[in-house]
């Protein structure tokens, strides 16, 4: 049934967090974002997808893990019956890792909650297995710098009331280098990428790859807060079935802010 991967998937997690002898919370954030795409065809049609994330970093028997639960609210300027103003909350992302060394080797699971759009890449009602790598950031700095990454692969799940068919998956690299030019203040470059290979039918098949590289300051208000801004852009290739080749479709804009707090 299709609630089986989810409930083991939690089940997972939440009996790891239970057995901990110590659970210590690294690190919790929570802000606003704002992901614009505007389409290059269909009349310059512009998506806003907008979130307010809760997120929260721990620790417990050698093992780190990462809880997210973003509300998501989204428009469409143009055309279409879409969920304008509505809001929601959005996939609820779970991940357990296992650092070593400098790597993390991660597992875990997307649940969709009460979202839906006519868009598979957000809000498909899939459930999304995870699996990937994360590099340690603590370990790779050096003096000023410091380096950070991340690569996820998720594999869809079909079921009754997803829209995503069997064989779907995405590829979400992302990396960041940053500086710190006095204490207590950060600036950078951040990386996102995306690889979606996702069937809407059993031989329709949607090729998408983006890049947005953003700018980012982390600042000091106090030991324990700091104030996370970032802003970019890139452009989105797609390939559709009637489509030999990837073609520049649009390109999307990142906005955010947000306060990261070390308990």
């Known amino acids: 049934m299709r609630s089986q991967p989810i409930l083991a998937a939690l089940s997972i997690l939440i009996g790891l967090a239970g057995n901990a002898q110590t659970l210590s919370v690294d690190l919790v954030t929570t802000g606003a974002g704002s992901w614009i795409y505007i389409a290059k065809d269909a009349g310059s049609e512009v998506l806003y997808f907008n979130k307010v994330p809760v997120n929260a970093y721990v620790s417990f028997m050698g093992f780190k893990a990462f809880a997210g639960i973003p509300l998501l609210w989204s428009v469409r300027t143009k055309g279409g019956a879409y969920d304008n103003g509505l809001v929601r909350l959005a996939d609820i992302n779970l991940y357990v890792g296992r650092p070593v060394g400098p790597l993390e080797p991660r597992l875990g699971v997307k649940v969709p909650t009460g979202y839906r759009t006519d868009r598979v890449w957000i809000g498909s009602r899939n459930v999304k297995l995870q699996a990937g790598l994360g590099l340690n950031s603590e370990v790779r700095e050096v003096g000023r710098l410091n380096a950070a990454g ?3 692969f998720d594999l869809y799940l079909p079921g009754p009331n997803a829209l995503a068919m069997w064989k779907s998956w995405e590829l979400l ?8 030019p ?21 031989d329709w098949r949607e090729t998408t790859l983006g890049t947005v590289p953003n700018l980012y300051g982390e ?20 390939k559709s079935p009637d489509d030999a080749r990837l073609r520049h479709r649009g390109n999307s804009v990142n906005l955010g802010i947000a306060l990261n707090i070390y308990p």
């Open 182 to 202: 006095v204490e207590r203040t950060r600036i950078g470059l951040e990386l996102l990428a995306s690889v979606k290979s996702v069937y809407w039918a059993q």
């Open 173 to 180: 690299p992302s990396f960041k280098i940053s500086f710190r």
């Open 150 to 152: 991340e690569v996820m």
């Open 219 to 238: 600042f000091a208000l106090s030991d324990r807060v700091y104030l996370n801004l970032k802003a970019g852009a890139g452009p989105t290739l797609k």
